[in-house]
């Protein structure tokens, strides 16, 4: 039941010039849109399930340290105006 290719019709609008298009790469010279690609090693690939787990456990890291350098940051200022008082 194949249609003969003379009979068929062509549906693309003579307008479209696809003759811009660009194929799109495949393996590892493959640029990804929007986001970037790390090769996590074996034994830390074990312990998250998806990318999402990575991510997650990643936004929790950064803001641990933020808090972490936040609460420094703290503590640094409380002791330089202690130590302003002290002088006064």
């Known amino acids: ?5 003379s009979k068929m019709e062509d549906e693309l609008q ?3 010039d696809l003759k811009s298009l660009k ?3 495949l393996g590892k010279n493959r640029k990804s ?10 034994d ?8 999402d787990a990575v991510n997650e456990a990643l936004r ?3 803001r641990v340290m933020r808090d972490s350098q936040a ?6 200022n409380r002791t330089t105006l202690e130590q302003t008082d002290k002088s006064f």
């Not at 849109?33 to 074996?42: A, K, N």
């Not at 609460?71 to 640094?76: F, G, H, Y």
Request: no cysteine.
């Open 60 to 62: 929790l890291l950064i």
């Open 1 to 5: 039941m194949r249609k003969d290719r």
């Open 14 to 16: 003579p307008e479209y």
């Open 71 to 76: 609460s420094s940051s703290t503590a640094q």
């Open 44 to 51: 830390v690939a074990q312990m998250f399930p998806s990318a």
């Open 33 to 42: 849109f929007g986001s970037t690609i790390v090769r996590l090693e074996p």
């Open 23 to 25: 194929v799109r790469k």
